[in-house]
């Protein structure tokens, strides 16, 4: 069993930096951050490898948003940069489970199986 929680929410004026942090516990190959606005579907931010380090972002956060991760401390981070209004949603962390494989470029929902509780980020204009 995977277990996830985030922290690092927040308040901020367009064009400021939050970064989010997520504790893990258990074996997975990928971990993953997801956006949900109101009214809106859950969607893909970004992905990264366990192992390999390989990351994958959607299109509206490349250049701007960074995932990383501390192995050894179990812990996924996600800086964000040059946020705007639309950028506010709550963001959940992610984990699919152990010996999953995800084929490159795709970040969709149903590959992750566990989640955090999500975090708020709100932009202001």
């Known amino acids: 069993q995977v277990q996830l929680v985030e922290s690092g929410g927040g308040s901020v004026q367009a064009g400021g930096s939050l970064r989010l942090s997520c504790a893990v516990s258990?074996?997975?190959?990928?971990r993953g951050w997801f956006r949900q606005a109101p009214g809106k579907e859950r969607e893909g931010v970004a992905r990264?490898?366990?192992?390999?380090?390989?990351?994958y972002y959607a299109d509206s956060v490349r250049g701007r948003f960074t995932i990383s991760q501390d192995n050894a401390r179990n812990m996924v981070y996600l800086q964000m940069d040059d946020l705007k209004p639309e950028d506010t949603a709550m963001y959940y962390c992610?984990?699919?489970?152990?010996?999953?494989?995800?084929?490159?470029?795709?970040?969709?929902?149903?590959?992750?199986?566990?989640w955090g509780q999500g975090t708020q980020v709100t932009v202001s204009s």
């Open positions: 258990g074996n997975t190959y990928y």
């Open positions: 992610a984990a699919a489970r152990p010996l999953m494989m995800i084929p490159v470029g795709r970040l969709r929902t149903d590959d992750f199986d566990y």
């Open positions: 990264i490898h366990t192992r390999s380090e390989s990351a």
